[in-house]
């Protein structure tokens, strides 16, 4: 039961204790000693619950209704609340050292007026519950085995060994090998072999997979993990590999050696060393020549080649002569029968002559076109450049350098031997901007020059290279942004602006090849010229009423975007706004808003009543908002005494008051 349900219930069982307690004290019995509901006995826990947990409520009664305290007695691994009965874990637990508990629970009322207190103890005994904490425990580490080289495949290297679990919780033990960083392989050449296991136990062996070889790896580490699913342990087995009679000599030594064609016989070329592939217990080795084409060398017992005779260079077709020599084991001061106990290698010797070859190149004269655009670190393209010197050994080498270019390239590699690719690479391209390039024709030398020897013999090939251009600049107006007043009734055809922008790349990436195009709000009222950039209106019957350009209309102003494009129209793009305000002219006459206006007012009156206004628009019928003028609004005829009357001017549409005849003449003055 969880502290929540266990709460709930006792929460019942104690409305109930307190019911029967106040019936029992209306009946005047004596008083009486608390009881416990809830004392623990029985109450298993968690080993893993942490401390200061909540793990259980005491729960008790007393029939006097007389306040109750808790107490815990006989142990410190719990402590209780005197008042709410909480029971809180103090101490941690492990079921492996202690799988319960034993201690007293008490439980004490406050009878008052100098009598004695009531005291319960109760002994009761709390189960502590496995939970699986505990690794698996290899005995008997650390684990270290010997074995020989020659071990038959299946047989026990080590073991056996023993592995233990001490919870009860948890899944039956399993041992698996795996691999080591300094021994990637072991877990092929080893297995684990299970001989018991049962419940909080295994054992086991480690039994030889595949064969071992001492010279090609002599320590094997691998990793046996143990695990009960919850929890693992892991152990590294060190095997040492010892030694077996069983292999031959091994060449330790370079077998490439150089002499010159001039010296003379008994000239010491280069030593030959072996040693026994047993490192166990190795032998001493003898050395012989088992071929010898031209009867050039010899060798002796240490392993030293000597030259026999003269050697002729241009005798030898390759330059060079190939020895076979053999190495073998000497047992008792004798060589050995025995052929695993030998081994042959074949020695170079290369004859070297003197230097009469200058280095060259296969081309020497190279073209080479880029755009401005290339980015550092790329070799120029196409360039197949390659630095040759026929001679051999040092007088082979030579140094080769870039003349020219003011650092813009540089060439690699820069020391060379026989036959050498080279590449010249762009090293500063900021430096290559056509627009800014002086001469757009870099001539370049590339050297190749002895590196060594006493003449320095030199060749060198010519490199052009054409910096062409590139689309990497945009176009550019003169102003940032255009602003133009234009007549409502300009004619067809007007010039509105003229805005041609410029380029700094060459042909069609530049000025020639922009484009212009005007788009936007109202742009189908104007016509731009594409390559001109030269802005009108359209054609237009009625210009600044109607349909046209007309300021009194609804747009009398027009926010649009012009924009130029280069490679004629299809490369970058640059766009400024360009707003064209109408400016108004005086092309409506005033009109009256009513055909005829009437008003009464009273003899001896100063004013109509109600006022009789009369309205004059500026504007053409159906429309408002923009039309605008200055004037009068005055009584020119019809009128007996125009001193009686007076009127008010309004701005947009003119209004007078006036009095008396039923028909007026109003007019703009």
Same mark, same amino acid.
């Given at each position: ?7 709930? /219930? ?166 698996? *090998? ?8 072991? *877990? ?161 010797? /290369?004859?070297? &002559? ?21 980015? &550092? ?21 030579? +140094? ?68 062409? &251009? ?21 004619? /067809? ?46 054609? *237009? ?10 300021? &009194? ?32 002219? +005086? ?21 109509? +009543? ?39 001017? +309004? ?19």
């Amino acid at each position: 039961m969880d502290v929540m349900s266990q709460d709930q /219930s006792n929460m019942k069982i104690l409305l109930a204790a307190i019911c029967i307690g106040f019936i029992s004290g209306t009946l005047g019995q004596a008083n009486q000693p608390p009881r416990f509901i809830e004392d623990m006995d029985g109450f298993s826990v968690a080993e893993n619950t942490a401390v200061g947990t909540r793990v259980y409520r005491l729960v008790g009664v007393d029939t006097d209704r007389d306040p109750i305290t808790y107490g815990i007695e006989g142990t410190t691994v719990f402590r209780v609340d005197p008042t709410m009965g909480d029971v809180v874990l103090s101490e941690p637990l492990d079921r492996e050292a202690q799988s319960s508990l034993t201690f007293y629970v008490t439980l004490e009322d406050l009878v008052g007026s100098g009598n004695p207190n009531n005291l319960v103890r109760h002994q009761v005994t709390v189960q502590i519950r496995d939970v699986n904490d505990n690794a698996p425990l290899f005995h008997g580490t650390p684990y270290v085995a010997r074995v020989s080289e020659d071990t038959p495949v299946g047989s026990v290297v080590f073991g056996p060994f023993n592995i233990t679990d001490r919870d009860v919780q948890g899944a039956t033990l399993g041992v698996t *090998c795996q691999p080591t960083q300094e021994s990637p392989d072991a *877990c092929t050449v080893f297995r684990v072999e299970a001989l018991r296991q049962e419940s909080g136990l295994w054992q086991g062996n480690l039994v030889l997979l595949s064969g071992l070889d001492y010279e090609g790896e002599r320590l094997y580490q691998l990793q046996l993990t143990a695990s009960d699913a919850a929890q693992q342990s892991v152990v590294v087995v060190s095997i040492h590999v010892d030694d077996a009679q069983d292999t031959p000599p091994m060449f330790t030594s370079s077998l490439i050696g150089r002499v010159d064609e001039d010296v003379p016989p008994g000239t010491s070329v280069m030593r030959v060393e072996a040693r026994d592939g047993d490192e166990g217990a190795p032998r001493e080795l003898s050395y012989a020549l088992v071929s010898n084409p031209g009867d050039y060398f010899s060798i002796d017992d240490s392993g030293l080649i000597l030259t026999t005779k003269a050697i002729n260079r241009e005798d030898i077709v390759s330059g060079s002569v190939m020895l076979t020599v053999k190495a073998t084991e000497l047992v008792g001061g004798q060589q050995s029968p025995d052929d695993a106990a030998s081994s042959e290698a074949e020695v170079v010797i /290369s004859v070297t &002559d003197v230097n009469d070859v200058a280095p060259y190149f296969n081309r020497d004269v190279i073209n080479v076109t880029i755009g401005e655009d290339i980015r &550092d670190g790329t070799p120029l393209p196409d360039l197949d450049l390659v630095a040759k010197d026929e001679d051999t050994g040092i007088n082979s080498v030579f +140094d080769i350098v870039l003349e020219g270019g003011d650092g813009i390239f540089s060439v690699t590699p820069r020391i060379g031997t026989g036959a050498t690719s080279v590449s010249v690479r762009v090293e500063n391209a900021s430096r290559l901007d056509f627009e800014t390039l002086e001469d757009r024709v870099i001539v370049l030398q590339v050297v190749a020059t002895e590196r060594s020897t006493p003449q320095r013999f030199s060749a060198s090939a010519l490199l052009r290279v054409t910096v062409v &251009d590139r689309n990497d600049n945009s176009p550019e107006f003169a102003e940032k942004s255009f602003e133009v007043y234009l007549p409502e009734n300009s004619p /067809s055809g007007s010039t509105v602006l003229v805005a041609a922008a410029t380029d700094a790349d060459s042909r069609s990436f530049g000025t020639e090849g922009i484009m212009y195009r005007l788009y936007g709000n109202g742009a189908n009222r104007f016509h731009i010229d594409k390559r001109t950039a030269v802005v009108t209106t359209i054609a *237009c019957e009625t210009p600044g009423s109607g349909r046209c350009l007309d300021f &009194d209309g609804s747009e009398s102003s027009f926010y649009l975007s012009l924009a130029a494009t280069d490679d004629n129209g299809s490369g970058q793009t640059t766009v400024v706004p360009l707003t064209v305000y109408l400016t108004d002219v +005086d092309d409506n006459s005033p009109r009256f808003v009513q055909s005829n206006y009437t008003g009464t007012i009273d003899e001896g009156s100063m004013q109509f +009543d109600p006022p009789l206004v009369v309205k004059v628009s500026l504007l053409p019928p159906g429309q408002h908002g923009h039309g605008q003028s200055e004037g009068r609004i005055g009584i020119f005829a019809g009128l007996s005494n125009s001193r009686v009357f007076s009127f008010k001017n +309004d701005l947009y549409e003119k209004s007078m008051v006036i009095t008396l005849f039923s028909c007026l003449f109003v007019c703009l003055l």
